[in-house]
């Protein structure tokens, strides 16, 4: 035996640029996220070649799950095309060797700041949500180890108190996007800045949903089949933001979520958020045989 | 085709690198060199933050990042991340220092003396304008002293200790991998000694300066009387496979310590770092003096300046601001047009008669 037979080689850098010590981390505090779903798990996230904020705690999730067969999607605000999507995309590719494509229905991995695809995600397919703030608590406790407490005896009375006082005040909930949902009947959770739009389609969804903030520190999970509800009262339902009449001047497609683009002339028109849905909208009605996957909504109504 | 744009990006990517670099021109080991011995306290700062010793790395990062330092740090951070953990030092003393600056603003004199060493603290900031005028700086060579002081210098606080005017902290026992490390398990609250000291130890200087300087002002209780600041040469003492313990070389450290009269007796704040960094170390040894018991969401309290001098983290986060964030905006609109049309419709549907 030699020190040889026992050592690998020696590689400027490891497979999916994370160390096999930081991803044993990741999965493990993973696995305890599904556990407890909802419940936010403190992880070291190390540093990688990204600035914070930008990302980093959905790259480390990636990095950790992906192997050379992961077919990866990443999306920004829900587009594959946007920079820092094309930039991860980019990273994800370079430092493991995993095919990228740009279609939800191909893809086994998607990395996703701030939207959740419109096409149903399968069994088989895990979404990893970038996470800027893991804590839905913090507009009314900003102090982490306070609000680590509230958790832990399920004290979500200041939550629900400033609902209140927004109804009171505005008439409405006035949250906009990373609206404060009850997972499985116990925690808390932010499910990311993605709009009000994109919430119910956590609720009992056949995929994974892995939430993680790098500059916080923070893995969260949502299981397959899992309840994701809103916090809503009885008397006030939940809405969604009113996009479901709204067409896209691009593609056509009806009832999704839009993005607004203002007019010179003082009005706007409106273009589909997730812009692979709008790409294949377009090569469908130019006669190509396109596979567009069942999507949540259907009609602008969420399919129940 | 309206929607082929992913390229676009990608491209889009590319050619901004290339114009941040162009500016830069060639990086060569000649550029490396000049910025490592120029520009030392530079070098040290940011070894300091990433908290990865190694002068000629440090040089590199600062090179390539056109000086941006955040970014510097960045870089050494991402690769520090990415080496394995060979073996660890053995610790380090204050009497086992080799000292180059040790002063105190407690006594006139202490055990050992004052040691000035290199300082700027007494020179008149003035330009050498001259050298721009095609003149060379000669700095004029140091007169080494008759009686060289003693590399070695006990501890101002043992001092105290021994005369009652302070406890000490109790020494910690944990040792080896058992050293809680903040760049491989989560910072919790309360934090773990090793953990603040560590922290403070890799903390954006700016940030700890801001912090405690608020403290120094006024927002803190304790007011701080260095007790002792010292710059010195630790060195690294490391055991080989075999057994032989060694010195893989010396790193340049800071330290402050300084106390407060609570009671009838001081109590201590303390700050280490690696490179030479007197304001970083004074700052942040005056929050770690002013912690204990201070409010939450004060700036004294532990998790919140610990949180908040976390230069990587900090920075990052406020640089994020520039991606899009159409989404989330659009989100907020429609709950903001929502209540403007329910406030409109309120005040045009007369109240209902009693």
Redesign the interface.
């Known amino acids: 035996m030699s020190l040889k037979s026992l050592t690998k080689d020696w590689e400027p ?2 497979y999916g ?3 096999a ?2 991803k044993r ?1 990741i999965r493990r505090k993973t696995l305890k996220a599904i556990a407890v779903p909802g419940c936010q798990m ?13 990302g ?1 705690g959905g790259l480390q999730v990636s990095c950790t799950l992906i192997n050379p067969k992961t077919t990866v999607k990443v999306i ?3 587009a ?8 991860i995309r ?1 990273f994800l590719a370079r430092v493991s060797g995993a095919p990228t494509t ?1 279609d939800t229905l191909k893809a086994d991995l998607i990395q996703s ?3 959740i695809p419109e096409e149903v995600l399968r069994e088989d397919q895990i979404l990893v949500l970038q996470v ?1 703030n893991p804590e839905p608590l913090r507009p009314v406790q ?5 609000a680590r407490q509230m958790h832990a005896d399920a004290d979500y009375g200041r939550m629900w108190l400033q609902l209140y006082e927004q109804i009171v005040r ?9 609206y404060p949902s009850l997972v499985h009947g116990r925690f808390v959770m932010t499910p990311s ?5 994109d919430v119910p389609k956590m609720h009992m969804a056949k995929h994974l949903t892995i939430l993680s903030a790098g ?1 916080e ?1 923070r893995i969260h999970a949502v299981p397959p089949f899992t309840r994701v509800e809103p916090l809503v009262f009885d008397d006030v339902p939940y ?1 969604v ?3 479901g009449d709204l067409t896209c001047t ?2 056509g497609a009806k009832g999704y ?4 683009i203002p007019q010179p002339d003082g009005t706007s028109t409106y273009e589909v ?1 997730d ?1 692979e849905l ?2 294949k909208t ?2 469908s009605s ?1 006669g190509e045989t396109i596979d567009i996957g069942q999507t949540w909504y259907q009609n602008g109504e969420m399919a129940q | ?6 390229r ?3 491209r ?2 590319e050619q901004s690198q290339r114009l941040f670099r162009e500016a830069m021109g060639d990086i060569s080991a000649d550029r490396i060199q000049e910025i490592r011995d120029a520009m030392p306290y530079l070098i040290d700062r940011v070894m300091g933050e990433a908290s990865l010793y190694d002068e000629d790395l440090a040089a590199l990062a600062l090179a390539q990042a056109g000086g941006e330092l955040y970014e510097a740090i ?2 050494l ?2 690769w ?3 080496q ?1 953990r060979l073996a660890l030092a053995a610790p380090v003393t204050q009497e086992s220092l080799f000292t180059h600056r040790r002063i105190s603003a407690a006594f006139k004199d202490i055990p050992g003396g004052q040691v000035l060493g290199p300082t700027l603290d007494y020179a008149h900031r003035i330009l050498a304008t001259e050298v721009l005028s095609g003149d060379t700086y000669v700095p004029t060579p140091v007169d080494p002293a008759e009686k060289p002081a003693p590399a070695q210098q006990p501890s101002v606080a043992a001092w105290q200790a021994e005369n009652g005017l302070l406890t000490l902290p109790q020494a910690d026992a944990v040792q080896g991998n058992d050293i809680p490390d903040v ?8 934090a773990k000694r090793a953990h603040t000291l560590q922290s403070l130890a890799r903390a954006e200087t700016g940030g700890v300066l801001a912090l405690g300087y608020a403290a120094q002002r006024g927002y803190g209780q304790a007011h701080p009387t260095v007790n002792e600041l010292r710059l010195a040469e630790a060195e690294v003492v490391v055991t080989h496979p075999r057994g032989t313990r060694f010195s893989a070389g010396r790193v340049k450290v800071s330290q402050a310590e300084v106390v407060n009269k609570k009671g009838e007796q001081l109590e201590l704040g303390f700050a280490a770092t690696m490179g030479w960094n007197e304001v970083k170390v004074i700052a942040a040894a005056t929050l770690d003096l002013n912690s204990d018991g201070a409010p ?2 004060s700036a004294t309290e532990e ?1 919140f300046f610990l ?1 908040h001098t976390e230069g ?2 900090s ?6 601001f520039k ?14 047009r ?2 403007k049309a ?2 409109a419709a ?1 005040a045009t549907t007369p109240e209902p008669a009693e």
């Open positions: 850098m490891s640029f994370l160390d010590s930081a981390e403190p992880y070291a996230s190390r540093e990688v070649p990204m600035a914070r904020g930008w980093t920004d605000q829900g594959d095309d946007s920079v820092n999507a094309a930039s980019r740009t700041r701030h939207r800027p900003p102090n982490m180890s306070i505005s008439g409405r909930v006035m949250q906009g996007a990373s800045p993605i709009p009000r739009w500059r520190k809405r933001e009113e996009h691009r593609s979520f839009m993005n607004e958020s812009s709008g790409v377009i090569r130019e | 085709m309206a929607y082929v744009a992913t676009g990006g990608e889009a990517i960045l870089l951070r991402a520090r991340t990415t394995p760049t491989r398990e989560p910072l919790l609250f309360p939450k969401g998790e949180y990587v983290e920075s990052g986060f406020c640089i994020h991606l899009p964030h159409y989404v989330t905006f659009q989100s907020s609109l429609d709950a903001m929502d209540a329910k406030k309120k």
